[in-house]
């Protein structure tokens, strides 16, 4: 076993570009976000590499990130880039996971520097351009491995200023096309698309599966192990009750443990339903192996700006405003999949 905690990357982020702090960044001029760092391990090292943008009043705007495995002694370079729509102040946060879903920090603190925007004067007459979210196409599956009769859940960032569908392919081993489908990102410039693995027919063949994401003209592909096993069907669950906790003036509220993978909902927030008195707060408790944020807002309408933690880690709380009378859709902007309600009254 090897600790909870090492440093194993020597990172090379300590200083962005001198275009960040030195020189001012126009209103959508793209920003470019430089990753890179070596593996000085002399072993084979997954990571997951996140960028989480935050603008002036603290809402994460957003979220993109870079998966992968480094071979002993390899490096990496590459760029995420951003645009942002309107002035202010930008923090830039980078964080070094061995993996999304059940990380072990890499690094012993996130590196954050700030962006100021401002607009040209030309631009000053202009009407403010609707916000979308540039980011590099990722794609993930839920699982490594399946068995017949599964779901699987693909889920990444892209960016969501183009308009166009991502389309999802799957081959099995025999490099045979058996399904495609069409998702859109949605503002955060996030998508999720479910899978079902039928009993037999396209899905008969054990073997290595490859998937193939297209966005616009960005690529990129998963592999995963399909075991062509039947799953014995799980006894059926209980029907759903909803569940409205009431703890009085306020309340805490826990992330599932595991809800950074897909099959949590409905009850990936503990309670997904809390009810209480006007004025009072929330608090959101992280004592999940990976971090999240609780986010007021909806995935298709995006952040309401009531509240926003940004990313709350593992151990962490985070207590929202007092809160007027009123019902708060709220979500997890790393794991789109997570939502919750408030109810004041
Ligand atoms: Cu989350």
Redesign the pocket.
Known sequence: MVGAVLVIFAIGLSTLPASFSDETILVNQQIKIPVDFANTKSESQPFAYIVQITNDIGQVISVSYITGSLGAGQSLEQTLSYIPYEAGNYKVEKFLWSDLNTPTVLTTAPVSNTITVVQSSEQQIQQPAQQTVQTQLSAATSKSSYNAGETIIISGTASSESNSAIEIRVYNQSGNLITVSQTYPNSYGVYSQTIQISEGGAWSDAGIYQIQVDHGEQKVGQVFNFSGIVQVAPPAPPPPTPVVSSSGMNATVE?AMG??TPGCDPDCFIPATIKIGVGGMVTFANNDS?A??STAGTPADGPSGVWDSSLVMMGSSYTTPALAAGEYPYL?M??PW?EGLVIVE
Do not use: G, I, P
């Open positions: 992330n809800s950074s990976a999240h944020t997890c790393v794991h997570m």
